[in-house]
């Protein structure tokens, strides 16, 4: 266990099917989260018109979107996102979006440092186990 209550995951190689999956407004929000002793790794899946609402948090982010398109703010700035670009969130900045299109928005987040707070957000979602939608 880490100094912030983490326990680090013990795989070294894992697919997403493989882990549990949270979700969150009538699913049209999931996500997966793997933990190391100083990183969350989060897989988020936001369905087409749903909101990544604007939020902030003492930790910085970093994020990768995979598929889809995003309306995204970060602090002042707001910009149309695809496949392949990112973002970074200092601690405390406000960040979220509204997803465009049809097609489902699928992101990567890592969080440092590795906490509770993130867990705690992940228990109060409706868990999924490995292998079920």
Known sequence: MNEHGVEPSNRRIFS??????????DD?????????A??????????PGAVYEMHSHPHEQFSLLL???????????????????????PGDVPH???VLGDEPAVFIDVYSPATRWILEVMAEARQVPAGES
Request: proline share 2%; no cysteine; aromatic share 10%.
């Open 16 to 25: 997403w099917g493989e882990l549990e999956s949270f979700h969150w407004d």
């Open 38 to 47: 100083q990183m969350h790794l989060i897989r988020a899946v936001y369905e």
């Open 67 to 89: 598929s889809g398109r995003l309306e995204l703010t970060v602090g002042d700035e707001t910009r149309e996102i695809g496949p392949g670009d990112g973002w970074y969130a």
């Open 96 to 98: 979220g979006g509204v």
């Open 28 to 36: 049209r929000m999931s996500g997966q989260i793997i933990s190391g």
